[in-house]
């Protein structure tokens, strides 16, 4: 198999310049953005044109070789092209874990509304359930990924590219800032989509202005688990529950049984 060293530009999106970094085929044309802030590195590469088909399993199959996770990226023109991102380092994430996010959303957020507001949140109330327990693998996480990425890909995104050692690091990475108006701070977040990653089979397929989609490997199938887990999305993006379904308990049978997960924030 032809190997291709990782053009200069890719490289600098390495803290160590990519050393030993290739590719087994070359890239479409594209470039790398960089934070409206001044930085060290580039934030991430994105090419010129929609990704074409197959092109983001082929980079997700790339990635122990090349080190660049593969993310669509829906609404180009922005945040994307006019860099507003925010990048932090990966290591970051390691200070947070998804049970104590879940925890903190939820007791500011009992803290704050009135008595009756707790309907959202029944069958839990004011006290937080904790996490979920983990899903049974249903397929393999990668080829459902590649799967929703070629759903999605139809949708004719351009391809990202982030320097990280898995998926839910991309968002830190990047700087994605799509979920601002709920948590000031993405590095938290991307702390809940790691243990995503390692409970349910989940994998960051595609970022946008205010969107995230995950493929999931491992979904809930039981209504007592689906609804357990629309709890933790509830935490992560209420938007997904209060100005979709309204309560846990719709919520859950949305996403019973999906290998897919679509996060909206308002």
Known sequence: MNTHQLPASLCRLFEDGGRGRSLSFEL????????????????????????????????????????LWPVL?????????????????????????????????????????PVESLAEIEPFGPLCPGLAEPGELRADPGSVADWYAGVLGERGMPLGLAAARRGADALAVMGWQGALHHNEWMVPLAAVVRSWEERFGARVVALGFNTLELS????????????????????FCPDNVVQGAGDLYGYAEQIRGQFCWSFWWD
């Open 216 to 235: 999931v490997a491992a979904p809930p199938v039981s209504p007592e688990h689906a609804i357990h887990v629309a709890a933790e999305h509830w935490a």
């Open 73 to 113: 990226l829906d609404e180009s023109a922005q945040p994307w092209s006019s860099a507003q991102v925010a990048p932090d380092s990966p290591d970051l994430i390691d200070t947070f874990t998804a049970a104590g996010f879940m925890s903190e959303v939820w007791r500011d957020w009992v803290a704050q509304v």
């Open 28 to 67: 479409p044309a594209g470039d790398v953005v960089w934070p409206e802030q001044p930085a060290r590195r580039p934030a991430f590469w994105m090419s010129d044109e929609p990704a074409r088909d197959g092109l983001w399993a082929a980079m997700r199959a790339e990635h122990p070789r090349s080190g």
